[in-house]
Structures are given as structure tokens and as C-alpha cells.
């Protein structure tokens, strides 16, 4: 057991545990931020995207100890600040069953960090890695043109 300082969503929080544990269970089980999702745990499908220090990372298979000392930003710290993402995914009615949701959104707005007016082939190549079991992709697509157009970094 250690205790380990997280900086998650800009704030400060102290959690005692294996520094192995992977991210995504210190989120959601310590730190009660369940926007973050469980799915595959292999770091395949994507829906447990965060950022850490601004790069959209699979918590899944990163370990809490890994996340010392850096920036975690999750679904939750997105959705308090005005992202231009969030009213576009509304504006092009992107979930349906909604589980994948907070991975790509959360790829989505490391995209634009990198890359504000992104090409539809930059858009497929980043977001390639979050699976959509619903085939929202195009939606998905035509949001991340409307974020962009509206000053896609939130910044």
C-alpha cells in the first residue's frame, strides 16, 4: 500500500492503494467518477479514455502510479467546463446507447487540441481506437467539423 497525490479534474485528491491498480478503478471505485468506463480492459475499445497531461489515455491499462504528478482530466472535468464538443455531440444527436460516449469524447477533445480544424482522415485516424457498438461514426465525424468551426480547443 502507498499513498499517492492524483491531480484529477484540478483537483488534489490523496488515495492509498497498490500503485498498480489501474487508473480507471481508483477513478471510479475511490473517487466515485463513474463517467469513465469500464468495457473491454485490455485498452482496446477506448471507452475509458482520460487525459493524461492533455493525451487521451486508455486508464484501463495504465496504472495509478503511472498518473503521479500529471494532469488527469476525465469525462466529468470535461463536462464542467463550455468544450465546444459537448453542445455539438447534443447538436448532431451522436449517442444512442451512450456507453462509448466518454471515450470519444474525451479523444475527440484531444484531437482538437492537436489538431483545431482537423481533416476527415485525421478525424478517422485518431478516433479509430474508441469502438461504437451503435455505428455512430458519422455523427460522430460531422460533431467533431462542428467543434472545430466553433473554436474546437475549449481553450
Do not use: F
Not at 487508473?23 to 485498452?43: A, F, P
Not at 504528478?69 to 451512450?98: F, K, N, Q, Y
Request: charged residues 20%.
Amino acid at each position: 500500500m502507498a499513498s499517492m497525490k492524483l491531480r484529477v479534474n484540478g483537483s488534489i485528491h490523496t488515495v492509498e492503494g497498490d500503485p498498480s491498480t489501474p487508473l480507471l478503478w481508483v477513478l471510479r471505485d475511490t473517487l466515485g467518477l463513474t463517467g469513465t468506463k469500464y468495457s473491454c480492459g485490455r485498452g482496446l475499445c477506448g471507452s475509458c479514455t482520460v487525459h493524461l497531461d492533455g493525451e487521451a489515455t486508455r486508464s484501463c491499462i495504465t496504472s495509478v502510479g503511472e498518473a503521479v504528478g500529471r494532469d488527469i482530466l476525465t469525462i466529468e472535468g470535461l463536462a464542467a467546463t463550455t468544450h465546444p464538443l459537448l453542445s455539438s455531440w447534443i447538436a448532431e444527436e451522436v449517442p444512442l446507447c451512450g456507453y462509448c460516449q466518454p471515450g470519444q469524447i474525451m479523444s475527440a477533445a484531444a484531437l482538437l487540441a492537436e489538431h483545431p480544424h482537423p481533416s476527415d482522415a485525421e478525424i478517422d485516424a485518431a478516433m479509430s481506437g474508441v469502438l461504437c457498438r451503435c455505428g455512430t461514426y458519422g455523427r460522430i465525424r460531422r460533431a467533431i467539423h462542428r467543434a472545430a468551426a466553433r473554436g474546437g480547443t475549449g481553450r
